[in-house]
């Protein structure tokens, strides 16, 4: 419906046939076929359905993008983290944030709002400091890494040693014993950098070093470190370990190479403390023809404790927010529910959606597609997507109607944290892609804050996130699996 009205949609037909030439989709009311199939649609059919809804996306859009909508999800955000601030896993103000949320989509007339309980990771941080004694004085911008342990209060007093690589690491393992290892590895994407960060504590502690410094996983930097979780390993001792500045990694690599003697005082107060109890934040559009059929819009509602948590993950939860508060003002209700979560505690590896996936994953069979936005809310460059060459065919059906802002493509890999649980059981994925440079610019920094946030940019994030979801959602199959 646009505005109250049912827009007119094409008679589903059933067919047992094969036409040469024409891909055929195996597919029956309402569900999606696992093996063989007794009935049949091409994709002709699927093609002709989907098209019909080009006045529905355009409806969305304009609201979205021009209309009321405008704004309305940058402005709600701002609204939330100028409030609260950053929303650290079992913190008070996490909690805080899940309260107002609550209130919020109450107050926006979604249905079945409601907190679902989970028990989350509690870590502070604490004062920290690192201070390079040697070859001069000079004071370093530190970020302890989460569930990193503290110091001994007076600290660790040590010589460096400087790597780039965990091979180097293990060719000059006999000159890390008694030293902090400082690692200064090459970012050339985030996946392969993220490595040192989680695991270099545990690589340096094997050598046997007092602590580990990691440059931090950034493409650009202005001096700013950035934090993010890391890991220990049973039966390898626990050291404590930050992240440094770009800068200060490339500056005592420079060091090193020339023969200078480098040493650092680090100064740790982190401290873990008993799991913390928390929720994931559930509202729903009621399908009205399948309401036990389910597509998934996702983000997550904590953050860092730094900044104000406005990129990662405000943006993705507040246009998966705007999704369904678009369809809902449009007086739009489709066939299947359209479930929107907020999770909780993803930046500790996705503690709050494995813990959802736990309760709901015998209902499995029935989730039709899950989305997950969190990679950033700049201008978006398409939609990433993981399922069967035949639900993909079908996607790209879907984003043909976000041509009227040029946003079309269907790209491979639409896993997420909080989503792969259900796409590793079948269930078909997707993410919401745009500039990754520039999200790992400000990711898990100080920097990140409403300033880096574009209104209009969010604008087009969530239009793409609601016709999608929508369109999907009202199909009257769910995307087929393999």
Same mark, same amino acid.
């Given at each position: 419906?646009?505005?109250?009205?049912?827009?007119?949609?094409?008679?589903?037909?059933?067919?047992?046939?094969?036409?040469?030439?024409?891909?055929?989709?195996?597919?029956?009311?309402?569900?999606?076929?696992?093996?063989?199939?007794?009935?049949?649609?091409?994709?002709?059919?699927?093609?002709?359905?989907?098209?019909?809804?080009?006045?529905?996306?355009?409806?969305?859009?304009?609201?979205?993008?021009?209309?009321?909508?405008?704004?309305?999800?940058?402005?709600?955000?701002?609204?939330?983290?100028?409030?609260?601030?950053?929303?650290?896993?079992?913190?008070?103000?996490?909690?805080?944030?899940?309260?107002?949320?609550?209130?919020?989509?109450?107050?926006?007339?979604?249905?079945?709002?409601?907190?679902?309980?989970?028990?989350?990771?509690?870590?502070?941080?604490?004062?920290?400091?690192?201070?390079?004694?040697?070859?001069?004085?000079?004071?370093?911008?530190? $970020?302890?890494?989460?569930?990193?342990?503290?110091?001994?209060?007076?600290?660790?007093?040590?010589?460096?040693?400087?790597?780039?690589?965990?091979?180097?690491?293990? /060719?000059?393992?006999?000159?890390?014993?008694?030293?902090?290892?400082?690692?200064?590895?090459?970012?050339?994407?985030?996946?392969?950098?993220?490595?040192? /960060?989680?695991?270099?504590?545990?690589?340096?502690?094997?050598?046997?070093?007092?602590?580990?410094?990691?440059?931090?996983?950034?493409?650009?930097?202005?001096?700013?470190?950035?934090?993010?979780?890391?890991?220990?390993?049973?039966?390898?001792?626990?050291?404590?370990?930050?992240?440094?500045?770009?800068?200060?990694?490339?500056?005592?690599? /420079?060091?090193?190479?020339?023969?200078?003697?480098?040493?650092?005082?680090?100064?740790?107060?982190?401290?873990?403390?008993?799991?913390?109890?928390?929720?994931?934040?559930?509202?729903?559009?009621?399908?009205? &023809?399948?309401?036990?059929?389910?597509?998934?819009?996702?983000?997550?509602?904590?953050?860092?404790?730094?900044?104000?948590?406005?990129?990662?993950?405000?943006?993705?939860?507040?246009?998966?927010?705007?999704?369904?508060?678009?369809?809902?003002?449009?007086?739009?209700?489709?066939?299947?529910?359209? /479930?929107?979560?907020?999770?909780?505690?993803?930046?500790?590896?996705?503690?709050?959606?494995?813990?959802?996936?736990?309760?709901? &994953?015998?209902?499995?069979?029935?989730?039709?597609?899950?989305?997950?936005?969190?990679?950033?809310?700049?201008?978006?460059?398409?939609?990433?997507?993981?399922?069967?060459?035949?639900?993909?065919?079908?996607?790209?059906?879907?984003?043909?109607?976000?041509?009227?802002?040029?946003?079309?493509?269907?790209?491979?890999?639409?896993?997420?944290?909080?989503?792969?649980?259900?796409?590793?059981?079948?269930?078909?994925?997707?993410?919401?892609?745009?500039?990754?440079?520039?999200?790992?610019?400000?990711?898990?920094?100080?920097?990140?804050?409403?300033?880096?946030?574009?209104?209009?940019?969010?604008?087009?994030?969530?239009?793409?996130?609601?016709?999608?979801?929508?369109?999907?959602?009202?199909?009257?199959?769910? $995307?087929?699996?393999?």
């Amino acid at each position: 419906m646009i505005l109250g009205r049912k827009l007119p949609g094409k008679t589903m037909k059933f067919l047992l046939f094969i036409f040469v030439g024409v891909h055929l989709l195996p597919l029956a009311s309402g569900k999606a076929i696992h093996g063989n199939g007794t009935s049949q649609r091409t994709f002709q059919e699927i093609k002709e359905e989907i098209a019909h809804y080009g006045d529905v996306a355009k409806a969305i859009i304009n609201f979205t993008v021009y209309g009321k909508g405008q704004n309305r999800s940058y402005e709600r955000l701002a609204l939330l983290v100028d409030t609260v601030g950053p929303r650290l896993s079992g913190s008070k103000s996490l909690e805080k944030a899940i309260e107002i949320m609550q209130q919020n989509l109450q107050g926006d007339g979604l249905e079945n709002v409601h907190l679902e309980p989970v028990k989350i990771p509690h870590w502070e941080r604490g004062e920290e400091s690192a201070v390079m004694l040697e070859p001069r004085i000079h004071k370093m911008a530190i $970020l302890g890494l989460g569930s990193s342990i503290g110091t001994p209060p007076g600290g660790i007093t040590a010589e460096v040693l400087v790597v780039t690589s965990f091979d180097e690491l293990q /060719r000059r393992g006999p000159d890390a014993e008694g030293k902090i290892v400082v690692y200064n590895q090459p970012y050339t994407n985030y996946s392969a950098a993220v490595q040192y /960060r989680m695991e270099g504590a545990v690589e340096a502690a094997k050598v046997g070093a007092l602590a580990s410094l990691i440059r931090s996983v950034a493409s650009f930097s202005i001096y700013s470190p950035h934090t993010g979780i890391q890991e220990y390993q049973n039966g390898v001792p626990k050291i404590p370990t930050a992240c440094i500045t770009v800068e200060d990694a490339e500056m005592m690599s /420079r060091m090193a190479s020339r023969g200078n003697r480098i040493v650092i005082q680090l100064k740790m107060g982190a401290k873990s403390y008993p799991d913390a109890d928390s929720f994931n934040t559930v509202a729903e559009i009621t399908g009205s &023809k399948y309401p036990e059929q389910v597509v998934l819009v996702s983000g997550h509602l904590d953050s860092w404790d730094v900044g104000q948590g406005a990129l990662d993950d405000g943006g993705g939860a507040f246009i998966s927010w705007e999704a369904l508060s678009v369809i809902k003002d449009l007086g739009l209700r489709p066939k299947r529910t359209l /479930r929107l979560v907020l999770w909780t505690a993803e930046e500790q590896g996705g503690v709050g959606s494995s813990q959802y996936y736990q309760l709901h &994953k015998a209902n499995s069979s029935n989730y039709s597609l899950v989305m997950e936005s969190d990679l950033g809310t700049f201008l978006p460059s398409g939609l990433k997507f993981t399922g069967s060459n035949s639900a993909r065919i079908i996607m790209e059906e879907v984003m043909s109607l976000l041509q009227p802002i040029n946003i079309t493509q269907v790209l491979k890999a639409g896993d997420g944290t909080d989503i792969n649980f259900w796409i590793q059981d079948g269930v078909p994925g997707a993410s919401l892609l745009d500039d990754l440079y520039k999200y790992f610019s400000f990711h898990h920094s100080h920097g990140d804050t409403m300033t880096v946030m574009d209104p209009k940019q969010m604008n087009l994030a969530a239009a793409v996130w609601a016709v999608v979801s929508y369109v999907v959602a009202d199909l009257e199959e769910m $995307l087929p699996r393999s």
